[in-house]
């Protein structure tokens, strides 16, 4: 899985990303995003993940999201999931995550 | 021709001893000529100095005659007493004794008006006693009438001069052939008579036989001449009479006198001649000119003359020939005994020592053999302990051939409550242990295996490598991982327990026994051939992989088909195509493909492959089989009976290892594909089947090695996925729900994906039956 990681602003980063977000690849995918979060200078104060070229999410997908928004809550932070296909939403609300994850 | 050592050495020898004899004899040819024209010149000085000696004589006898001239004129003028003037003549003729007599002779009436003769002639009778002969002042001679007295007095004109008359017979006195020298005896200037001087011609030709200008040459002379028919001539040219001639083809007597045209072979050039031809042979003549124009002429044949030279040649050409014809003998049997001999009875030993027999080597001369012999000797006894030693490895590798032979399955049919497919296989071993192998098997219920395979090299490393590949493939292949990452866990396998940079070509085909269908890996091996149904056999284009033990990394790509019943496909190793004949071609694919469509009629598979060995036997005829000859023939026979029918089910089964998961989710995305499942339900599979997938590879087996194994089924509107593991028993229904409305912070980042599988499934149940989990999940469709 291919991961691009950008800053937006000082405190701002944006996150593309494409294919599975599963098993083979949710870690590597939460990993490198904690890492440029704790690697950044300034405190992160906003995650955006852009779900546009993201095709399937599994449960492994969905317990990086959760840990994702509980460190960005911790720091202050918000998150933000962009560009998310139907078939994702409905797994999100199927484990009750929309009713805290902000959509843009 | 010449191939021999001894025919070479023979030929340098005969051309040097040629070289030899064409220097010698052009030097020989030289020094005879040279030597022809010594001997020549040596003639011509030994006919000059007998000349002089001639020309001595005839200057003697003309101052004899000139003296007697004086005598006759002191008589003629003085008181001519007769006894004075006889004592004068005699004393001349007693110091000179080379002339046979002479005198002095008057002219008619001058001496005495009454007496017409008046003459005093001496000359030596037959005791050699010199006398006067008055006879001759008779009427019956009248000397005034002879030829010579003639001749002599119209030459002589004035005081001293002296002439010859010509040869002549004298019956008077010395009754013998002569010559006489004259001169005038002058008074007042007037002849008054004349003296006269006899030179006996036998006296000439005594001095010409008596001549030897070298020893043991020649001397001229009828009776004692040794050398045969050479001949003289004297004669006057001037007046042009021959004086005497011995010639032997001509009547000599009556050319003297005569003129030198009367001689055949004389010409005036004769002196610029080197020889003449007279009656077939050849003669030298020396010329020699004399006082007054006489000339000699002395003719020897040339092969008389030149004969101990030609002797000589002959004698030196002879010897030379001996020498040539000795010189290769001796050489010949010399060769023979040091070198020919020795060499031909090492070849007989060694023909002796390479059909076993047992052989002491005994050559003592010359010292190069012997030491060749001693070679030999200990060159035979290390060849017989080699093959000794080679006995015994070569009847343990005969057993390590059985063994290796024996580990291929052999009976035939082998799998006979399997009717859906029929196989046969046979490997002709070449000569020594080789590296081709098959095999067969079934890796799980449904999917049978078969291939067969090559082994890079020859001999025992090979076939022992061939045993360790066969077995790890047949260990490998029953782990449950998916076709094409059989191969590439095989692939690794080789590799590591590749230490002798060995490859293994192969070609494999999985079949569904259920199904038909059947997933084919070529790894560098020969492309097999195909027959459908009732077509015609093919080759197949499959994509050719890497061979087995090359890198440890490489991927493996499988061509998925499906066999429709009837369908053959035969495999074969590269012993087949590269058998060759006595002429140097190999058997070849066009030729097999050929072989097999002439006998596709044959619906048996072990009379195809007979029909093959029988063709390849018929083209390679005697030539030696140098590569093992396998081929294993997989046939479709009939569908299988077993199979559920109405539904449509899919096995798919793995070792239980996260790195599988990506052949699993492929696997099953196929699957969905191929049954037209909607993006829902594929969506649904997919979230499921994976939580299942990492809860059994993560927890199952407690670190240990296992499978999983996934089935999915579609009956009419139901789509089943199975997973079934043999590790600890667990039910994951049992896990509490999560509380999906919970604050996100107090949510568990665990047990969501259990839940989900809940949600998302119409059934899902748990069984623990025989030691495995067998989980359930029922969607609708």
């Given amino acids: ?104 | 021709m010449f191939k021999t050592i001894k025919s070479k050495i023979l030929l340098i020898i005969v051309l040097i001893l040629a070289i030899l004899l064409v220097a010698f004899s052009c030097y020989a040819v030289v020094f005879r000529a040279k030597t022809k024209q010594l001997m020549l010149q040596n003639y011509s000085f030994s006919v000059n100095s007998f000349v002089h000696q001639i020309n001595d004589k005839i200057t003697r006898l003309e101052d004899n005659s000139k003296d007697l001239a004086l005598i006759g004129s002191l008589f003629y003028r003085t008181d001519r007493s007769i006894p004075l003037t006889d004592k004068a003549i005699t004393k001349i003729f007693e110091n000179y004794d080379n002339s046979l007599g002479g005198g002095i002779w008057f002219e008619p009436y001058i001496v005495d008006k009454s007496k017409k003769r008046m003459c005093r002639y001496i000359y030596r009778n037959n005791d050699g006693v010199l006398t006067f002969d008055d006879n001759f002042e008779g009427d019956e001679y009248d000397y005034h009438n002879q030829g010579w007295y003639k001749q002599i007095i119209s030459q002589v004109t004035k005081e001293d001069d002296t002439a010859w008359s010509l040869p002549y017979y004298e019956k008077q006195g010395s009754d013998t052939m002569m010559i006489t020298v004259g001169t005038a005896i002058f008074y007042d200037d007037k002849i008054v008579g004349i003296s006269t001087v006899d030179w006996e011609l036998s006296a000439i030709f005594k001095d010409i036989s008596e001549m030897k200008p070298i020893e043991k040459t020649f001397s001229l002379y009828d009776g004692k001449n040794k050398i045969k028919d050479s001949f003289a001539v004297l004669a006057d040219k001037e007046h042009d009479y021959i004086i005497v001639s011995n010639d032997p083809f001509l009547d000599n007597e009556a050319l003297i006198g005569k003129s030198l045209k009367n001689i055949p072979w004389y010409n005036e050039n004769l002196k610029n001649i080197t020889y003449i031809t007279y009656h077939n042979k050849k003669y030298v003549p020396f010329v020699k000119n004399i006082k007054n124009g006489m000339v000699l002429i002395i003719c020897v044949p040339k092969t008389e003359m030149f004969r101990y030279i030609d002797q000589f040649g002959l004698y030196m050409l002879f010897t030379l020939f001996v020498i040539g014809l000795i010189i290769p003998i001796l050489l010949y049997i010399k060769l023979n005994k040091y070198i020919i001999n020795p060499i031909n009875k090492l070849m007989d030993i060694a023909n002796k020592i390479s059909r076993g027999e047992d052989v002491k080597i005994k050559i003592e001369k010359p010292e190069e053999f012997a030491k060749l012999a001693a070679t030999y000797d200990s060159m035979t006894n290390n060849i017989k302990s080699i093959t000794k030693e080679r006995e015994k490895i070569n009847s343990e590798l005969s057993i390590a051939k059985s063994i290796q032979e024996s580990s291929l399955p052999n009976v035939f049919p082998p799998f006979p409550e399997n009717p859906e497919f029929d196989i046969f296989a046979s490997m002709e071993p070449a000569k020594e242990v080789g590296g081709d192998f098959y095999d067969f098997y079934f890796i799980d219920e449904k999917h049978f295996m078969f291939l067969i395979a090559d082994v890079s090299g020859k001999g025992v490393p090979a076939a022992l490598f061939m045993m360790t590949v066969k077995t790890l493939i047949n260990n490998v292949s029953q782990m449950g991982y998916s076709h094409k990452k059989l191969f590439e866990v095989i692939n690794k396998k080789v590799c590591q327990t590749n230490k002798q940079g060995f490859f293994v070509t192969l070609l494999a085909g999985i079949f569904n026994t259920e199904t038909g269908d059947i997933s084919f890996i070529n790894c560098g091996h020969n492309q097999p051939l195909i027959k459908r149904q009732n077509g015609l056999y093919e080759y197949m284009n499959l994509n050719s992989n890497i061979v087995l033990g090359a890198f440890d990394d490489a991927k493996f790509e499988i061509f998925e088909t499906k066999l429709n019943v009837g369908d053959v496909v035969f495999t074969y190793t590269d012993g087949i195509t590269e058998a060759i004949n006595e002429r140097g071609d190999l058997f070849g694919e066009e030729r097999l493909a050929n072989c097999l469509n002439k006998n596709s009629g044959l619906d048996n598979i072990k009379e195809i492959a007979q029909s093959v060995k029988n063709e390849i036997k018929e083209f390679t005829q005697s030539t030696p089989q140098s590569d093992d000859i396998t081929m294993l023939i997989f046939k479709y026979q009939t569908e299988n009976l077993n199979k559920t029918p109405a539904s449509d089910s899919r096995t798919f089964r793995q070792p239980a290892d996260l790195e599988n998961y990506k052949s699993f989710y492929t696997w099953l995305h196929e699957v969905s594909k191929d049954w037209d499942l909607n993006d829902d339900i594929s969506n649904k599979l997919d979230m499921c089947a994976e939580e299942i997938f990492a809860n059994i590879t993560f927890y199952a087996y407690d670190g240990n090695s296992g499978y999983v194994e996934t089935t999915i089924t579609k009956i009419d509107d139901e789509v089943v996925l199975q997973f079934e593991d043999r590790g600890v028993e667990y039910n994951p229904l049992e896990k509490p729900d999560p509380d999906i409305t919970a604050p996100p912070e107090d949510r568990p980042l665990g047990g969501l994906g259990i839940f989900m599988v809940k949600q998302m499934a119409d059934i899902v149940n748990y069984e623990r039956k025989d030691d495995k989990n067998i989980l359930r999940i029922v969607f609708k469709i």
């Avoid at chain 1, 996150?15 to 995918?29: F, H, K, M, Q, W």
């Avoid at chain 1, 405190?43 to 599994?58: A, H, Q, R, T, Y």
């Fill in chain 1, 1 to 104: 899985m291919e991961i691009k990681i950008k800053h937006n602003g000082i405190s701002g980063l944006i996150v593309n990303a494409g294919g599975r977000l599963d098993l083979d690849s949710a870690v590597e995918y939460g990993t490198k995003i904690k890492d440029a979060i704790e690697d950044s200078d300034e405190p992160i104060k906003e995650l955006v993940l852009d779900f546009g070229e993201i095709s399937f999410i599994s449960s492994f997908g969905l317990k990086i999201i959760l840990e994702l928004y509980k460190q960005m809550n911790g720091q202050n932070g918000v998150l933000k999931l962009r560009n998310v296909s139907e078939q994702i939403k409905n797994s999100f609300k199927m484990v009750g995550f929309n009713q805290f994850l902000i959509f843009e």
